[in-house]
């Protein structure tokens, strides 16, 4: 069972950069395809981008396509959000999730094994 911890809490102007990051513990981490959602208060929590369990493949929600990207170090069993050209849209907690390698691409948050605890984006205008 892997555990995931995410780091990189924000608070930062419409325009700016940020990233966050998400460490495995506990588990073989190129077993799992990650993923990273958010949830915005009073709203339901959403996908916002999948990478394989190589690296090689990414797949983003078009509201962050062109300005997140998605990547990890499978040495360091940890994986990376670069978010540039934040918007006060994105304001949300975000959480990293991790589901079994050849499943990804999945955008249902339901069908993720193991879940980071989240950490807040805020983004002001």
């Known amino acids: 069972q892997v555990q995931l911890v995410e780091s990189g809490v924000g608070l930062v102007q419409a325009g700016g950069s940020l990233r966050l990051s998400c460490a495995a513990f506990?588990?073989?981490?190129?077993?799992?395809?990650m993923g990273w959602f958010r949830q915005a208060p009073g709203k339901e929590r959403e996908f916002v981008a999948a990478i394989s369990w190589s690296g090689g493949s990414t797949t983003y929600a078009d509201s962050v396509k062109g300005r997140f990207t998605f990547s990890r170090d499978n040495a360091k069993s940890t994986a990376y959000l670069q978010m540039h050209t934040l918007k006060p849209e994105d304001t949300a907690v975000y959480y990293c999730?991790?589901?079994?390698?050849?499943?990804?691409?999945?955008?249902?948050?339901?069908?993720?094994?193991?879940w980071g605890q989240g950490t807040q984006v805020t983004v002001s205008s």
């Open positions: 999730a991790a589901i079994i390698s050849n499943l990804y691409g999945v955008v249902t948050a339901s069908a993720y094994d193991y």
């Open positions: 506990r588990g073989t981490f190129t077993n799992y395809a």
